[in-house]
Every structure is written in C-alpha cells, then in structure tokens.
C-alpha cells in the first residue's frame, strides 16, 4: 500500500491544478498504452478497431464508484470536487472504514450546458479494483455503479486537460467517427438511454510532462452480430 501513497498524492495534485498551458499536444493519436496502467490497475478491454484519430473499445463488466452530478461551469473545477470526495473514499471515509488501491483512470462524464456561460453537468467516477469488485464498500453521498459490457469511442491526446482543449478534442472524435456504424451506434445509445455527450478519462501524475494519455470518451451499445470484419 505505502508504494502507491506518493501516485495517490501526486494525483491528487493533477486534479486540483489547473495548468493546462503545459506544453506537448498530439493530434490523431490512438493505440497508446496510458503508462500509469503498467503501474496500477486499470479496467481491462479488447480492442474492436483502431481508425483514423479513433479507437473502438469493448470494456467488461465493472463496478465504478460515481459521485452525484456537479454542476459546474469547469470541468477542471467539477473534476477538482469530484475527485476529493473519492479520494476521501479510498483512504477510508467509507461504511468500512476500509483503504482502497488508487485505479486509473479517473473519469468524468460531460453533459454540456446550453450556452458558453451555462452551467454543465459533470459525473466523476473512479474504477473499483477487482479485490473489491464482489463487495465494493458504500458511502454516504457516492453512488456504486454496475457498467454493463459496453463499447467505447477514444480519442487521445497528450498534455494536460484543460477547459479550453476538452471541447475541441471531443469535436474531432466526433468529426473522425462521422460516417462510420459506431457514430450511428452512439447518436441511437444517446437517444436511447439519454447518456452524456462525452467522458475526459485522466490518468497520470501532474509531475509527468512527457508521455501523457488523456482520453475522450464516448460510450455505446452494440450488438457483436454487426461488428465489422
């Protein structure tokens, strides 16, 4: 437990500043392996497609820990709140009183408001290890979540998250996915279920300036029988 406490903190650090000046961009990027998973544990997936400035993704079955809905003209502000609520989480502040390993990546739905000085809606959650997956332990004010087998739309990107560079990579996923099946699956899930425009899914210590991961997220059903060959 002690080797993580320093990722744990440094963390926790990311998601309270807001630098996103940082340098090292990068655009169309897909297939990398975020580094902090080689490190801590992170949900596991199968790769169903990589195309131009997106991947295709089907994750398992898995329980998350949410918190209830931030609204928020920041996502780095919601993220901020957010993430010290599940941060008290794992270090005990729960029914058990019991210590949770840090995951990655910390992840935090998007639902945009209607106009540039609107309040958004934000939902962040945070992966359950699998030791704890069978009897994750509750907590007053965050919610436990099943996420059924579900296919996800990426993007990545490096440098740091910011409220200026979120939209613009959300944009280009959507740009890159237009003609494909997966942008008819993820308008039809959006209907269907009323689900968030997109997800900022963040992994790495604030210390990393180089070989840094970040993911937009999008997610949807699909029924295996169409997938293509």
Known sequence: MAAFIPFK??????????????????????????????????PSFDIIQQGNGYEIRRYNSSVWISTPRIQDISLVGATRTGFLQLFDYIQGKNKYEK???????????????????????????????????????????????????????????????????????????QASLEGTAWSDAIERSRKHYGVTIYSVAQSNSPFEFSGRVNEIWMMFDFEDEFLPV
């Open 99 to 173: 210590q949770i390993e840090m995951t990655a990546p910390v992840i935090t739905e998007v639902l945009p408001g209607d106009g540039p000085f609107c309040e958004s809606t934000f939902t962040v959650s945070f992966y359950v290890p699998k030791v704890n997956q069978a009897n994750p332990p509750p907590a007053e004010g965050l919610l436990i979540e099943r996420l059924k087998s579900t296919y996800v739309a990426i993007r990545q990107f490096g440098g740091f998250v910011t409220d200026y560079n979120i939209a613009e990579e959300a944009a280009a996923l």
């Open 9 to 42: 903190l440094s963390l926790l650090l990311s998601l309270l500043s807001n630098i996103g000046f940082l340098p090292e961009t990068s655009k169309n990027k897909v297939g990398i392996f975020p580094p902090p998973c080689n490190r801590i544990e992170c």
